[in-house]
């Protein structure tokens, strides 16, 4: 089949580009087996689109076919935020919208499509690429790998619940979403400027928090609620967003504290809540505090744990200067790549925590390839892991000179989807 493989401008208003564009979002919809979108929610999409600049990639029938017309048969989109890699934020390519008609799949609609954008992401110096999966089976070949991860955990707040002499020096205070959007937003900004693995919020993020559009119910989001956390000197130094789910649970859809107390005193607040048996989090931070401040340990569940944040180096110099590193040495890594772009070989070469990395045609100590290398980035997986894999090939002194460069003592957080 010969596919017409376009991007489409979502700032024309012309009525050809607009039957394209609910065409192309109708796609995705389908793709990830929601409902087909209304005509608030396509305002919406393009309103975000337009405001992240979002490029937006598409395969269409050719004309004449049968079933060709304005919605295509696969579907993509990207576009440029930042991730912090730890010694400060680095451009970042974010994909997202990824989607083949099940009638046109394993054609490489979706390979051409990445490798077009990849290259484009290459060409216009934004060293790193992201994406979250849904499949762990599809993005290795292209070179991503599982960076961080996200812990599912549950807490028990039936009568008893109780932390260990807790005093927060603050106090909690629950406000209407839209209030309580520019703290949240103040918050989300001062972390993601100090959190290896927090990854920039999409425009879209603004709506779904303040509760000016839910795109499940394609319409104002009157469920949820926001607790926000005050310090000592009553400025906002933590949120939850929330809502009541089924059986007396409060399902917590985003949470986060700048300090150990403003955690512990959001969490104790939720499970403080009068008829509220659990509180539920699909991306609590692994350091959390609460589970070694709970007087019962056994009262918090960790109910699911899954790769969430996947990243693909582009740029392997500048990336890896960006990160910290955890002791002096020096390594020379072999990168093998499939599509070229992380390829050959680097002195990574690390002092006082800051690494200078060249590229060099002298012997590799370390040999691994570009997902493997994603994976490790951030740290959020340990080099003796990837070794014991068989994924990290070198003398056991080489690997071990590596591993204690490269693995950090803190676990990089990432709690942006999109
Ligand atoms: C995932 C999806 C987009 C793949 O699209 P596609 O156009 O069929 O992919 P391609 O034909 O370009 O496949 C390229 C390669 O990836 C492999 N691949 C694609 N999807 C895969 C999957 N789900 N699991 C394992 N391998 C997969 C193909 O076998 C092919 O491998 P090869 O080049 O080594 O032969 C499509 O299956 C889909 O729409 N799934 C439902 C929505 C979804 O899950 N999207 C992903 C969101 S993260």
Not at 145 to 155: K, M, Q, R, S
Not at 283 to 305: E, S
């Amino acid at each position: 089949m010969d596919y017409q493989h376009a991007t489409l401008d979502f700032s024309d208003d012309s009525e050809q580009a607009k039957a394209r564009r609910r065409g192309w979002i109708t796609a995705v919809l389908r793709g990830f087996r929601e409902e087909s979108p209304g005509d608030e929610l396509i305002e919406k999409w393009v309103t975000h689109y337009r405001a992240d600049a979002v490029t937006v990639r598409g395969a269409w029938l050719p004309e004449g076919e049968f079933a060709a017309g304005p919605m295509p048969v696969a579907t993509y989109a990207s576009f440029d935020k930042t991730l912090n890699a730890g010694r400060g934020l680095v451009p970042l390519r974010m994909i997202t919208d990824v989607t083949t008609s099940a009638s046109h799949r394993r054609r490489g609609l979706l390979r051409r499509m990445i490798e077009d954008d990849l290259a484009d992401a290459v060409a216009h110096d934004v060293p790193v690429a992201a994406l979250t999966a849904s499949e762990a089976t599809i993005y290795g070949r292209w070179g991503f790998g599982p960076a961080t991860f996200n812990t599912v955990v549950e807490l028990d707040t039936t009568p008893g619940f109780s932390l260990r002499s807790f005093d927060d020096p603050g106090r909690v205070e629950v406000l209407e979403p839209a209030d309580a959007w520019p703290h949240v937003r103040t918050v989300f900004d001062a972390f993601h400027a100090r959190q290896r693995g927090s990854v920039e919020w999409p425009v879209q993020y603004g709506d779904i928090h303040s509760g000016a559009f839910d795109y499940d119910a394609g319409g104002p989001n009157r469920k949820i609620r926001t607790a926000v956390h005050l310090a000592a000197d009553r400025t906002v130094d933590g949120f939850a967003v929330f809502k009541h789910g089924e059986d007396y649970s409060l399902v917590v859809q985003e949470m986060i504290a700048l300090t150990p107390q403003a955690q512990l005193g959001l969490w104790d607040f939720l499970a403080r809540t009068d008829r509220v048996k659990k509180v539920t989090f699909n991306l609590a931070h692994p350091d959390d505090p609460l589970r070694w401040a709970l007087d019962d340990l056994g009262r918090l569940a960790v109910t699911g744990q899954r790769h969430f944040l996947w990243l693909r180096l582009l740029d392997v110099p500048r990336a890896l200067a960006a990160r910290p590193w955890a002791s002096d040495g020096a390594v020379v890594l072999e990168v093998e790549d499939a599509q070229g772009w992380a390829a050959g070989r680097f002195e990574v070469t690390a002092r006082g925590g800051v690494a200078t990395v060249t590229r060099t045609e002298a012997d590799p100590d370390v040999v691994l390839d570009a997902e493997t290398l994603g994976a490790l980035y951030l740290s959020g997986v340990e080099v003796g892991a990837m070794r014991r894999a068989g994924r990290v090939a070198g003398s056991d002194d080489a690997v071990a000179r590596w591993a204690a460069m490269a693995d950090l003592a803190d676990p990089p957080y990432c709690l942006t989807g999109f």
